[in-house]
């Protein structure tokens, strides 16, 4: 049953663009990925200057339905 369900889940939009961004690439246009993952741009100093100096051994990324301390808009 979840098997079937997974299999009939519609892709990420991301997912699906993937391929025209690759192909674009190769067409040696600059492409910007907006996508979950790794950026592919600098993190700015100021930024990189508060991590180094937080003392955390990791930085966790917040639960994808948001911080629950932080007021919801309704």
Known sequence: MFLKRVNTCPH?????KV????????EGRKIYHLNIGQPDIETPSIMMDAI????????????????ESLPQKN
């Open 19 to 26: 391929p025209y961004a690759e192909k674009a690439k190769l």
């Open 12 to 16: 990420h939009y991301t997912k699906i």
């Open 52 to 67: 180094h100096n937080i003392g955390l051994k990791v930085v966790e990324y917040s639960h994808s339905a948001g911080i």
